[in-house]
Every structure is written in C-alpha cells, then in structure tokens.
C-alpha cells in the first residue's frame, strides 16, 4: 500500500487506535499460548519415558492439563480476537459507508447525470466490502505472521548468530521480490476494478431497457455489446490473475532455497565442529516454523493490492469537488414574498452552447406565470437555475430583490416545491412519499393533500392503502398516478413559490381539470411558476412569458399574446389544426 | 449448482492439468523435508561433504521446480475461472434477455443486476480457490491419515474421531452462518436500493433540501447492515478457534492414549513424536479444508442465484394460435392482469387494417398501455385472441414481431450512448437512415445545433437534452428502420403543439402506408384516427372516428370541448 493512500484512510482508522492496539496485545498473548503449548507436549513426552511401565503418569496428566489450558486459552483469545476485529472492521467500513454517502448527497447534480448509478454502488458496496476483508481477516493474519516470524527470528539468532547470516540474503531478497511485484500489480488490480465497475454500470443500465430491446428485437446485438465490456472485465481480472499467481510461490521458492542453504552449511558447520546436532536441528525446525507465515504473508499481498485499489476508488469519490457551499453571510431564507427577476442571464451547460441567451424576466409575488415555448428553448433550465443547481454564467436571478446566490442554498431551495416532469418515489410507504419534504406532517394532513390532489380515491382501493409500501421506486404506478403523488407532495409543503415542470403532460385531462382546482387553492399566497404545453391550462395566467431562443420573445396576458399574432398565437393555433 | 459445474466439463483437461500440477508441486515440496533428514540422518554421521552439497542442490531443484509447477498451476487455474465465469455470465445475460416480461417482473430488475455481477463474482472466487487449493488439502489429509494407520491404528483411530469432529463442527457453524450471510445480504440490498434512489433522484432531494433526511434513512439502512454483517462474521469466526481446539484436543488424546500403549509395552514412545509430526500435517490441512469449504458454500449459494435465472422455462414459445384474420391488428375478447387480482385489460376488442391509425384515449391507469404490450406481444393475453399481422401472436415468435413494430415507450430512458446510437439503438442502421428518422421527427434540427451532432454524447437518463428532446430522439428510434407498425405511447406529452402538430405531419408525408397506434391525451393527436378507443378502467366503452365520438361519447366530448377551449369544434 502506497503510504499516501495509507494516509488518506488513516482518519478512518483513528476512532479505533485504541480497540486496534488491545487487540493486538490479545494476538500476542494468543500466539505465546499456542507456542508454549509444543513446549509442554515435549515435556509430556518426555514424561512417557521409553520404558515399558516406567510411564510417570502424573507428569502426562500435568503436561497434558497445562497443553489443553494452553489450546483452550489461546481459542478463546483468538476467537475473541476475530469477533472483536470484525466490529472493528464492520464499524470502519460503516463510517467510510456513511461518509461516502454524506459526499454524495454534498455532489452537484452534473456528477449523477455523467458516473453511472452503477459504478457509485460499486464504489460504495463493493469496494468498502474489499477494503473490509483485509480490515478483518488479512490484517490479522499478516500481524499473526510478523509475530511468529519475530519470535522465530529471536530463537534462531540465538542458537546461531553464523547460521543466520543466510536470511540476511534471503529475508531482503523476499522483500525486494515483493515490493517489485506490488508495484507491477498496483496498476493492474485497478484496472481490474474499474474493468468491474463498468460491467455494473453496463448491466444496470441495459437490464433495464429489457423492454425497449426485446421491442425492436435486438437482443443479439445488446448481447455483443455486454460481450464487449464483459471480456474487459475477464481480461483485465486475468491479467491481475495471472501476474499475482508467480506472488505466492516466488517468494516460498527463496524461502525453499533458504531452508537447502542452511541444510548444507549447517551440515558442514558440524562437521566443522561449529554446531552441535542437537542445535542443528532446532535450528531447521525453527526455520521451518518461519517459512509458513512468510508464505502466507506473500498470499496476502495479493488480496493487499486488491484491497488498496479499492481503497482509491473510495477516497477519489470521497475527494470528489462537492456543490459549492453557502457563502459567508449568506441570508436565511424564512418566508418569501416571491418575487422572482431574472436580470441578464446567460447560461449554457456547455460554455460554448448557451441555452439562455441574455435573458430577462420579472415574475411578480404571488402571480401565476407561465412560462411557454418550443421544446428546448430552456424552460427546464430556467428552473435549473433557479433551484441553484447551476450558476448563470453572466447576469443575476434575484428572489425578493436578494440575488439567490446570497441565500443559504438549502433554506432557499426549500422554499420552493416542484413537480418535475420525472417523479421520483423512494421505497417507502406512500403516507411516507407524500410527507418528503415535510417532516412530521400528519396522517390527516397527508390525507388531506392526497385528496386535494385527487389521488386519495387512487391510494384507499390499494389493499395497504397509504401504508402500501413501493418497491423498486414504484414501478408499478404509472406516470400519471405518480405525478398525482408528487402534486401531493407539494401540496402538503408549506413553500412560498410553486415550481411546475411540465407537470400536466400526463395527466389526462379530466384529472388536470380537478388538478387545476387544486392549484387554485395552492397558489393563494404563492408565486406560481408553470411549464406547460396545453395551452388551454394557462390561460388564465397572470403572465405568460414566451421562450424563443433562449430568449424572452414575448410577454403578456393570454389574449393579449393572440392578438399580437406572435409565436404564441403560432403555438395556439397548432393546438387544433386540422393536419389535412 | 450442477448446471453451474457443467461449465467446467468443457475444460476438464485444462482443470486436470492445472490440479495435476498442483499436485507435483505438493509432492515435490513433501520431498524437501525428507532430503533434510537425509542430510542429518545420513550424510552428516558419514561425513560425506559432496554428498550433502549434492542433497542440498537438490533440494533447490525441487524447490525450483515447486514454485514453477504452482506458478503454472495458479495460472492455469485463474484462466479456467476467468473462462468459465466470462461464460457463464455471458450466458445469463443472454438467459435474462430470452426472458418474458412477466419473468423479468418476477426476478426483479435489482436482483437480476446484481446477480449479473455479484453472484458471478462469487462464483469466480470459488472456482479459482478451490482450483488452487482445494486438492491439496485434502490430499494431504488423505496421506496423512494413511501414514499414521500404518504407524499405530490405535491412535489413528483417536485422530480420525476428531476429524469427524472437526467436520462435524464445520458443518454445524457454517449451517448457521450461512441464514445470516443471506440476511447480511439483504441488509446490503436496501443500502444498494437507497443508493440507487439518490443517484436517480438527486434533483428532487436537493431541491427539497432533504440531504439531512436522506442521511439519516441511509445511515439506518447502513447500520443495519453492519450489525448483519457483524452478526454473520461473529458467528463463522468460531469456526476456527473450534476446530483447532478440538484438532489440539486430539494432540492430547494421542499422547495420554499412547502413554497407556507405551506403559502396556505395546509401542515406543519415538512413534509417538513420528505420529505427532504427522498430525500436524493433518491439521492444517483440515484447516484448509474448512476455508474452501466456507468459500465453496458461499459459492454455492451465488451459483443457487444464477441457476434459479438459466433454468427458468421458457415462456411464450410460440403455439398453436386462434384463426387467421385480415387484420393488420386486432383483438377479441382479450383480457390481461398484472397481478392476477384485478383486471387491467377487460374484454378488449378492435379491429384495424394495414395503414389505418389507431387512437387509444384514457384517464391515467385505464389500461391504454397493456393493450399495446399485448400487441407487442410482451406479455401474453390471460384470454381472447391478439392479431398482429393477421396472426394469433401467440403462434409468432417473440423476435418475429420485433422488426415489425417501432415504438416510444411512456418510460423509456436513452442510452448513456451518442445520438447516433440512441436513433439506431443497436441495428447498426446507417447514418442516412438515422438523419431521415431524425428529420421526420422533428430532432433534426436541435441534432446539428449540438456540439457534435449525431456523435454528441447523451448522458445517463438523457440528462443533457430537454424533455422534448429526448422525446423525439425516442420517436427518430422508433422510425429508423421504417417499420409497418408504429406505435406512440404518450410521445407527444413533452411536445409543444406546434412540434407535434409538424411531427403528424411529418409522419403522413415519410410514411404514407403505416398502421399507426397513438395513445395520446390531446384530442388534437387523435382526432385523425380511423378508430379511436376510449377506455376507462381497463374496458373500451366507446370507439369510433372523432365525429362519431363527438357524437356518442359523452366524455370524449367534454375533453375536445376542454381541450379546443370550445372554440372551434
């Protein structure tokens, strides 16, 4: 693990130094038990004797008590150890969960509409699960390993300072060999997980529009494309596959070797009189005991690396440029009169494509505006705009006379409710959908917005009625009962300006006209702002501003519009001519 | 898991291989402790220097040769996995494209992806562990065993009663863990759901300011899966401090039991310390045994999944069907219900000839859009009779239908793709065809102000368009590859009048001879209709052309009345 990666995490592992260090004692006292405990059945043996009824059967019973002591202590740390560590892993991968989310929800909208939903589970769920793995169970067989190999170390030095000079070549080398190939693997294990994360995004997307593609039929392709991304994936798991493959046995292949050096200049010490055969022995059997956690170490650098690349995936979401914050000073936004001016506004996702063009609109408090216009023309993004999801690129939108940029964002944006043309129902009870937005709204309130949105007759026949929970995000009502529900919502929000984004395009028309009722009462001490194509909802409007270009091309009152003879008197007129 | 171990079948030669491998690579280090002793035992005592450097050389052999025999092995074994899984996840792909719509309902979008992707993970780490370690282990347990019944059948006995035992604690853990690593999972399947929420809709909670909220339900559903998790982890950590405890156990046994036969004079206390060394040996490996048996159920459990999608039966096969008729579409008496308890479609019937156009109208939830997945043959009709092209679907196959028809979906979402590939949508149409399509549906226009035009990229859900852009880039898909039916659910709800007006213009001059289906809200739409239906609560109540529903129907008076402000009817 690169050490500024190990510092990016180190603030998730802080909050558990303390739990992390105990543990670690309890390894220690752990891993002493379970190696007195050989030095004990040697004794027993010992005690056996090697002649026939000469056993001394007391020293085998305390030999053999001391061994189960020693076994049955060491499982119960041990086992205490892992229950312990995998809180501890469980509550980091929590907090790297959660602050995770926390970025998430702090992004601005642009990310969601460019990173796949996929690939942000991904990161979140699977890679937080890696990184887990090697919290719970790698780490504690790594810092098992280093404990006995210590401990080896000790005892070998001390039956033979000469002997050991051969892991002085062996021990580094194993090191290098292994730095060399984590540096080669880093870039690889990434690619693998990025490789996976576009495979998810891919099958999230295309199961999806399972519809559209058995439709038209084109199954077979669909299918070539997943083979695409999905031979990606295989080939980059493979390339990781194959090139960590040579980790594990590379590295006990020097320790082999170790063990052949030792065999024979220890053979020939003794024959040089250098070494006893006695500390001969102990000394291969020593190294023995040192070359398994070696072996097991170098398995895990494997699942080390995996684990680090998931580890970047998290911190780079984590590092990832959140909506810029409230201002210093910035107003609360209370109780709006909701007087909307948009004063020269210039704005284009693309810099280079402006959608609004130096536009400029006054929407009086408490009026109903309208705004109009062919599809494109930026209707959407006027409310885009005002909602603080983008910034103009020149000119300014004020809300009673203060430019909303000066305005605590999430105060402002409460202020205003909107339906958007796509609803979006969580899963969750419909009481609970309804009441989004408004915290502790009551059964009767909520009852009472559904019926004023004509959606209550709609949500009693369910057999849950408002308790009906909606599981994958509602699929199962269609467009226009869910526009009912977020018309609810909003009508249940005690906001002071009324955002409707095309909201009556799919409501047939008999509901609309209940609807248009319904918002005749909503508006009363609110600024209403509708984006609509039926004319005929609108005209009654204070207002209605006509969009052409990105700018204002007109303005006025209904009939005022038609007599000009203008674009709106063009879209008006397209509503009922005859196409023959 | 037998469909899922039959993609091995095609391997098994590459699987031998790979184990065989791993096999003489075992065998070769096993050797290396027997050279050793040969060292101390034999050519130290003679004295023998070239001997030893001879024994020593080839103990660096062997152990050359094992790392390479393991190296190779690993990667054999990773190739096979990586194969397999590529295929099988091929295959399921293609399995969850062959399913039914009323399938695909049943499985559920969420967990077809995440079997799709999580499960064949699993599936992938299973085979490639236990390829690499499940023969060895065993296999050094099996050895084992055999060498201490030929040392003392007495003690091996005692050893093989705590094996049992092992096992049997094995078994009985991971019977345990396994519930709880299910309900872990779907713990993470609600933090998964909350998360796809959010990312889908990210304007409607930021624009009501519930960030705090959405916090909140995530940090519930986040802490719940912790505690699942932690619950799950706790209960399979026992495993191994069990198993080795009993494994010592049986350390002791075989020494108190031996100390009774050394006493009785009926064997030496050196095979005591001969056996002991074996028994090492045997324990780890059953160690081993239990980690590829944890990895092999939890496999098992992903391989459950995946079979549960390849083995559903087919639906929807074509049978035999009503009689023939000369209807380009058509239906009689055909009922359809989603979920089997109210009716959505209720004794529909029509008629319409090749190159007539069809008007459907309806409150929200009438059944306007069953009719038109029952013509698209997306789910089959409960009863009656469905035409399309003067066939009982029911004896079409499904892909049969598939280039006959062009449709806009009241839901449908574009392609993270360019334009060029939203308006081809997979057929790999030509770009002349795509313009044409563009052009008739009025998208043109906006295509060439994009930055790259047709190769602009869309983003996810068609973020960077307007609602009426992506609408008519979803009407140019429809008409790409000229079809004889085309079918238009609400795909004028985005347009303004003036564009939709020129679309139905458009559509009359480029496509003189298509039968046309327009589910539409606005009167103005429809009203050129050979054949309007008016439904209500998922049964026709009226159906005519305009003038004879001006007429008859009541509430499709209202509406035009409504609509046209009353104006000029």
Known sequence: MKRSLFRRLAPFLRPYLGALSLLFLLVLASNLLSLAAPLLSGWAVDAVGVHTGGVDFPGVFRNVLGMLACYGLSALLQYLVSARLIRVGQGISRDLRRAAFARMSQLPVEYFDTHPAGDLISRICYDVDTVNATLSTDLLQLVTSVLTVAGSLVMLLALSPRLSCVFLVTVPLSMALTSFQMKRLHPLFRRRSGALGALNGFAEERVDRQRAIRTYGVEAADLRQFEEKNDEASQAYYRADWASASLGPSVRFINDASLAAISMFGAMLYLGGALTLGSLSSFVLYSRKFSGPIREAANLLGELQSSAAAAERILDLLDTAEEPGDRPGALPAKKLRGEISFDHVTFGYDPAQPVLRDFTAHIPAGSLTAVVGATGAGKTTLVSLLLRFYCPQSGAITIDDVPVEDYRRDELRRRMALVLQETWLFGGTIAENIAYGTPGATREQIVAAAKAARIHRFITALPQGYDTVLTDGGDGISKGQRQLLAIARCLLSDADIVILDEATSNVDTETERAISEALEQLRRGRTCFVIAHRLATIQNADRILVLADGTLAEEGRHEDLLSAGGVYAGLYDAQWTRDT | ?569
């Open chain 2, 1 to 569: 898991m037998r469909t899922v171990m039959g993609y091995l079948l095609p391997y098994r030669v590459r699987v031998a291989c790979g184990v065989a491998l791993k096999f003489l690579a075992a065998v070769l280090e096993l050797e290396l402790p027997l050279l050793l002793a040969y060292i101390i035992d034999v050519c130290v005592p003679s004295g023998d220097r070239g001997a030893i450097a001879r024994a020593g050389l080839a103990m660096m052999a062997l152990a050359f040769g094992g790392a390479f025999c393991n190296i190779t092995g690993n990667r054999m074994a990773a190739w096979v996995s990586m194969e397999v899984t590529r295929r099988l996840r091929r295959d399921l792909y293609q399995k969850t494209e062959s399913l039914s719509c009323a399938q695909l309902d049943g499985f559920s979008v969420s967990s077809l992806v995440s079997r799709l992707t999580n499960d064949t993970y699993h599936v992938h780490q299973m085979f490639d562990k236990v390829q690499r370690g499940g023969i060895r282990a065993p296999m050094l347990v099996l050895g084992g065993l055999i060498l201490t019944f030929w040392i003392s059948p007495p003690l091996a006995l005692v050893q093989l009663a705590v094996c049992a035992l092992t096992f049997f604690t094995i078994f009985a853990v991971t019977r345990r863990g396994i519930p709880r690593y299910t309900a872990a999972q779907t713990a993470v399947d609600d933090v998964v759901r909350i998360l796809r929420e959010n990312a889908a809709g990210v304007r409607v909670v930021k624009a009501m300011a519930c960030q705090d909220r959405e916090r909140e339900r995530f940090a519930a559903a986040n802490e719940a899966a912790r505690r699942a998790e932690e619950d799950a982890g706790c209960v399979m950590a026992a495993a191994n401090p069990l198993t080795g405890f009993f494994l010592n156990t049986g350390l002791v046994l075989v020494i108190l039991v031996g100390a009774f036969r050394v006493n009785d004079g009926v064997m030496d206390a050196g095979q005591i310390v001969g056996f002991l060394s074996y028994f090492a040996l045997i324990q780890n490996a059953t160690l081993g045994i239990a980690k590829v048996f944890v990895m092999v159920s939890k496999g098992a459990a992903s391989a459950h999944r995946i079979e549960a999608v390849l083995t559903a039966p087919e639906d929807q096969r074509p049978q035999e069907g009503g009689p023939a008729a000369p209807w380009e579409l058509g239906m009689e008496n055909a009922s359809f219900s989603y979920l089997g308890v109210e009716k959505d479609l209720d004794g529909a019937s029509f008629t319409l000839r090749k190159g007539e156009t069809l008007g459907i109208l309806g409150p929200t939830g009438s059944g306007k859009t069953t009719l038109v997945s029952l013509l698209l043959r997306l789910y089959d009709a409960d009863g009656g009779i469905v035409w399309v092209g003067g066939r009982d679907v029911k004896s079409r196959e499904r892909r049969e239908l598939g280039g006959r028809f062009g449709v806009v979906f009241q839901h449908e979402a574009l392609l993270n793709d360019s334009v060029y590939e939203n308006i081809s949508f997979l057929r790999g149409l030509s770009r002349e065809a795509v313009i044409a399509a563009a052009k008739t549906a009025q998208a043109w226009e906006f295509i060439q102000t994009l930055p790259r035009g047709l190769d602009t990229q869309v983003d996810i859900r068609g973020a960077n368009l307007s609602g009426g852009q992506r609408q008519r880039l979803l009407i140019a898909r429809a008409l790409a590859a000229k079809p004889g039916i085309l079918v238009l659910d609400s795909a004028d709800s985005a347009l303004d009048y003036r564009t939709a007006a020129e679309l139905r213009r458009a559509l009359r001059r480029d496509f003189p001879g298509v039968t046309l289906v327009i589910i539409s809200e606005r009167v103005a739409s429809l009203q050129d209709a050979d054949r309007i239906l008016v439904l209500e609560e998922g049964r026709i109540t009226h159906q005519g052309p305009h003038e004879t529903l001006l007429r008859d129907c009541p509430r499709y008076r209202d509406i035009a009345r409504l609509q046209m402000g009353g104006a000029r009817l």
